[in-house]
């Protein structure tokens, strides 16, 4: 693991990229040093605005929550990222759904969730662009690999723990496959397949070798697990024991305990039945200290089969009883969790919903159903921002309606609200032929149409259209044979403006002179 100065370093040496650039670093780094990638993460979101480069912070945001999740209670991650999901798939941002799906696939995997694991996992793949780095695919394929194994598919898991060892197969520098590696020995085991497991240990081994990389405590306890299991107790207590004194990276009161748990067995297993006493006292104390349920209930199995050995079956019967009140307690815990993350999942999209509904309320015409000013205002600064950063050309056009105050005076204003619902209809009949095109009405008799991505001849006979169709309607029924018509003034971005105002002053600087020059027409240039 690297020193903290070194992470600084390297943080600030990075920052010269691109976006691009720093980001795939920050990814990287994950399955390098989880600590260099939290702080990269951590100083670059300090940096962003909160409404700058939305896509880009909740990128950083999920890789903080993945990291996070490992170290503490997974259900405040797993808020977090449904709601950076939730936002992923409203704005058709697939890459970052697929990050969502993957980090979600790994904390229901953690809770014991195995369907809802699989579930993720499963998006993670589909959602996955081809073109996107070696690395990230194998992520995608590890996590459905871990998610078919626990779910008892074990022929698709080491189908897919193969693919995503090929894809990484020529990156020494970070440790996914060291992770790979463990993690197919792991179901090997659990499939009681146990030359394949022992393959993978020794290619995991042969592989820190190579790499003069350290093997970390569980994966120590994966390898440990697989010597037991061949019968190779010598092994698998060696292998513990000098995990015990390298205190690798990851050597945590969690991967302690467990391979404690393991060590106990192997103590055990020998006929050593005082050390595995001895482990057993520490493993007790260790996981009272730090609330680690799982290895409490664990150890008590193995002191009631300590005791069993010892002939003392009285003592054994009462820690086997212990250890089934505990397992009991240990599932109840397990769904309890699941159930508290899945209810703060789902508190989380009602409101969010409930707050969406709010929104669309103000950004909504009461009168047409139309968008109005507000969002109108929003949605095209947003759009000239991408035309300034080189995306594609937009147009705008100005829309009022001629000589609407005769037919408010003449007709009423209930006639002239009727009049307005009407030429919503129209106008968004014809904005929503074109993909992103929207209509909004600004105040009164006024409408705007946003349309991007189209050429300028298009958008002049789009607005020819839409004029011909106001014109062309029977509006007998509603004026009583008053005809109405609209005049309509466009604007392109950039070659007119590339600012909001600027853009719309245009337009509207047009659709005056259609006024002038005798209404019910659409005026694209000059003035």
Not at 14 to 40: K, N, P, T, Y
Not at 337 to 345: D, F, H, K, T, V
Not at 425 to 446: C, F, K, N, Q, W
Request: glycine share 6%; with cysteine.
């Amino acid at each position: 693991m690297q020193a903290v100065g070194e992470r600084v370093l390297m943080v600030v040496a990075v920052e010269h990229g691109s976006d691009e650039e720093r980001l795939a670093w920050v990814e990287r780094q994950f399955w390098i040093d989880q600590d260099a990638a939290l702080v990269a993460a951590e100083a670059w979101l300090a940096t962003l605005n909160p409404g700058e480069d939305r896509a880009l912070r909740r990128r950083l945001e999920v890789q903080r929550a993945s990291i996070m999740t490992r170290r503490g209670d997974p259900r405040q991650g797993a808020v977090t990222v449904q709601r950076i999901l939730d936002w992923a798939e409203r704005h058709g941002d697939r890459t970052l759904q697929s990050r969502c799906h993957e980090v979600l696939g790994s904390i229901f995997e953690l809770v014991g969730d195995r369907a809802l694991a699989l579930e993720h996992a499963v998006a993670t793949n589909d959602l996955l662009d081809e073109a996107e780095s070696p690395l990230m695919r194998a992520a995608a394929r590890l996590t459905l690999a871990d998610a078919l194994g626990s779910a008892g598919s074990f022929d698709e898991a080491r189908r897919r723990y193969g693919e995503a060892l090929r894809l990484v197969i020529d990156d020494p520098e970070t440790g996914i496959r060291y992770t790979i590696l463990n993690n197919l020995a792991y179901t090997e085991y659990l499939a009681d397949n146990q030359e394949a497991a022992l393959a993978a240990v020794e290619n995991l081994i042969a592989l820190s070798s190579l790499h003069d990389r350290p093997i970390g405590m569980y994966a120590r306890d994966t390898i440990a697990r697989v010597y037991l299991t061949a019968g190779r107790l010598d092994d698998a207590e060696a292998t513990l024991l000098a995990a015990m004194e390298a205190k690798p990276v990851d050597f945590l009161p969690d991967s302690i305990a467990m391979a404690q748990v393991t060590l106990v067995e192997t103590y055990r297993r020998q006929g050593c039945l005082d050390k595995a006493q001895a482990v057993v006292d520490q493993c007790l104390t260790l996981t009272t200290e730090h609330g680690l349920a799982r290895w409490a209930t664990e150890v008590t199995r193995e002191q009631a089969e300590i005791f069993a050995a010892r002939d003392d079956f009285k003592a054994a019967f009462e820690a086997y009883r212990s250890y089934h009140a505990q397992s009991v307690a240990l599932s109840a815990g397990e769904n309890e969790s699941r159930g508290s993350i899945l209810e703060a999942m789902f508190q989380t999209a009602e409101s969010r919903r409930e707050s969406e509904r709010y929104r669309e309320m103000a950004e909504r015409d009461p009168l047409t159903g139309l968008h109005n000013r507000r969002f109108a205002d929003e949605h095209l600064t947003t759009l000239l921002t991408e035309v300034r950063e080189g995306g594609t050309p937009l147009a705008i056009a100005m829309l009022d309606v001629d000589h609407f105050k005769r037919i408010n005076d003449d007709l009423t204003h209930d006639v002239g609200d009727q009049v307005l619902r009407v030429l919503a209809r129209i106008l968004s009949d014809a904005v929503t032929r074109v993909p992103g095109g929207i209509v909004a009405r600004l105040g009164g008799e006024e409408f705007l149409l946003v349309i991007p991505g189209v050429a300028a001849e298009l958008m002049c006979v789009l607005c020819e259209e839409v004029r011909a169709a106001v014109s062309g309607h029977d509006w007998s029924a509603i004026t009583d044979g008053l005809h109405v018509t609209a005049s309509l003034g466009v604007a392109f971005a950039p070659a007119d403006a590339d600012t909001s105002s600027a853009l719309v002053r245009a337009a509207d600087v047009r659709m005056y002179v259609a006024k002038r020059d005798g209404r019910d027409r659409v005026v694209y240039q000059g003035d």
